[in-house]
Antibody, heavy 115, light 106 residues
Framework: EVQLVETGGSLVQPGKSLKLTCATS????????MHWVRQSPEKQLEWVAQ??????????YYAESVKGRFTISRDDSKSSVYLQMNSLKEEDTAIYYC??????WGPGTMVTVSS | DIQMTQSPSLLSASVGDRVTINCKAS??????LNWYQQKLGEAPKLLIY???NLQTGIPSRFSGSGSGTDYTLTISSLQPEDFGTYFC????????FGAGTKLELK
């Protein structure tokens, strides 16, 4: 059974940093293209970032809204993907989902950016 | 960037009804269009991928169609468990979601 579980969400002040972790199981993670997607309080879904597999040189891609502030990474030995979020803004407040191919999703972790 | 215009934003229907939800892309997305269902407090669940392919385990009352810029999700006979919010998603050029259609009980 495919499972993805996100952790690391919390309340953080604007300008601060946060790192999300997604632990996975039930599929061959080392070959998987992984994504982070977020959902705003208004329920709008937004793709955030993608990381490809080792065979694709771990290529990464970002939405314009987070480029230069967020970094996606992975550890194939732990079947985990990460999202390092720096210089957080109030508009980054959302539920953050980890997904495999945007087919299978974790339950999400809430990030609230507020002073 | 490709924009996805989803309609209607709210749909009221009864059990047994046939319902359709539409998504229009701002340019040709070559059938790279997925549909998701989301229930309150849960993550989105993939229903249909690449326009008309039913994800494993999804009932056959769900179907998808379309080409070019115009795509449709159809539920042939609405069941009580089908109420929730539906999103379209294009993955032809980068990735964009529609704004969602809330399907509620009439």
């Amino acid at each position: 059974e495919v499972q993805l579980v996100e952790t690391g969400g919390s309340l953080v002040q604007p300008g601060k940093s946060l790192k999300l972790t997604c632990a996975t199981s039930g599929f061959t993670f080392s070959n998987a293209w992984m994504h982070w997607v977020r959902q705003s309080p208004e329920k709008q879904l937004e793709w955030v970032a993608q990381i490809k597999a080792k065979s694709n040189n771990y290529a990464t891609y970002y939405a314009e809204s987070v480029k230069g502030r967020f970094t996606i990474s992975r550890d194939d030995s732990k079947s985990s993907v990460y999202l390092q979020m720096n210089s957080l803004k109030e508009e980054d407040t959302a539920i953050y989902y980890c997904t495999w191919r945007v087919d299978f999703w974790g339950p999400g972790t809430m990030v609230t950016v507020s002073s | 960037d490709i924009q996805m215009t989803q309609s209607p934003s709210l749909l009221s229907a009864s059990v047994g009804d046939r319902v359709t939800i539409n998504c229009k892309a701002s340019q040709n997305i070559n059938k790279y269009l997925n549909w998701y269902q989301q229930k309150l407090g849960e993550a989105p669940k993939l229903l249909i991928y690449n326009t008309n392919n039913l994800q494993t385990g999804i009932p056959s009352r769900f179907s998808g169609s379309g080409s070019g810029t115009d795509y449709t999700l159809t539920i042939s006979s609405l069941q009580p468990e089908d109420f929730g919010t539906y999103f379209c998603f294009q993955h032809n050029s980068w990735y964009t979601f529609g704004a969602g259609t809330k399907l509620e009980l009439k």
